[in-house]
């Protein structure tokens, strides 16, 4: 069976994304659903995975993170609104058999991601 996990990397500092709340929603047609929240640890990794085994199911997801929290708990001086507050990323997962590993790469000004395993 597989898993899904993240990892935040902060490279406006070029360091581990450490305490960024991530929240996990399933998406369906009729709206979204709260799946798990998470802090990221001193590595910038969830301490678990987010969905394993049978709780990975075919379908869509989102991962909101909450990247203009972390910026400013680590004092950087943001614009009010902030440019990145919550960054989602929308995806799908087809396979439940494989591992999803969808980390955030992210500045106060740009974000990346990929999918990794």
Known sequence: MGKLSTHV???AHGRPGAGV???LYA????????LKSALTNGDGRCDGPLLEGEQ???????LVFHAGDYFAAQGVDLPSPRFLDRVTIAFGVFDTGQNYH????VTPWSYST???S
Not at 27 to 34: C, H, I, S, W
Not at 56 to 62: A, F, H, N, P, V
Request: hydrophobic content about 30%; aromatic content about 8%; overall charge neutral.
């Open 9 to 11: 990397l902060d490279t």
């Open 21 to 23: 709340k991530v929240d």
């Open 27 to 34: 998406v369906a047609p009729e709206g979204r659903t709260l």
């Open 56 to 62: 990975l199911r075919s379908g869509q997801y989102e």
């Open 102 to 105: 969808v980390p955030l790469v």
């Open 114 to 116: 990929y999918r990794g």
